[in-house]
Nanobody
Framework: QVQLVESGGGLVQAGGSLRLSCAAS????????MGWFRQAPGKERDFVAA????????YYADSVKGRFTISRDNAKNTVYLQMNSLKPEDTAVYYC???????????????????WGQGTQVTVSS
């Protein structure tokens, strides 16, 4: 059974940092684009960051550029999201996704159709 399991969420003060992890199991994800979306209360799910399966090219939403860094470890089937200089507006449930069809550079406008995790809550207090 394929699973994506996020971890690392929590409560942090504004200006702080968190590192999210997404561990994939059930198959190898080395040929999958992987990334993160987030959904704040009462809002739609928004693209945050994605990383390609070849070359490790990264893509970010404008709202997180310069503050968040996505990376992956194919040997561990894991993708990470390092979040620095967190702001209260970063508060949301963060979801991990993996897609073998839609390339990472399209995720900002085309929602991936592959696998999704259950989400992890990130709360940033002011």
């Amino acid at each position: 059974q394929v699973q994506l399991v996020e971890s690392g969420g929590g409560l942090v003060q504004a200006g702080g940092s968190l590192r999210l992890s997404c561990a994939a199991s059930g198959r190898s994800f080395s040929s999958y684009a992987m990334g993160w979306f987030r959904q704040a209360p009462g809002k739609e799910r928004d693209f945050v960051a994605a990383i390609s399966w070849i070359g490790g090219r990264t893509y970010y939403a404008d709202s997180v550029k310069g503050r968040f860094t996505i990376s992956r470890d194919n040997a561990k089937n894991t993708v990470y999201l390092q979040m620095n200089s967190l702001k209260p507006e970063d508060t949301a449930v963060y979801y991990c996704a993996a897609d073998a069809v839609r390339a990472a550079q399209t995720w900002a406008t085309k929602t991936p159709q592959g696998y999704w995790g259950q989400g992890t809550q990130v709360t940033v207090s002011s």
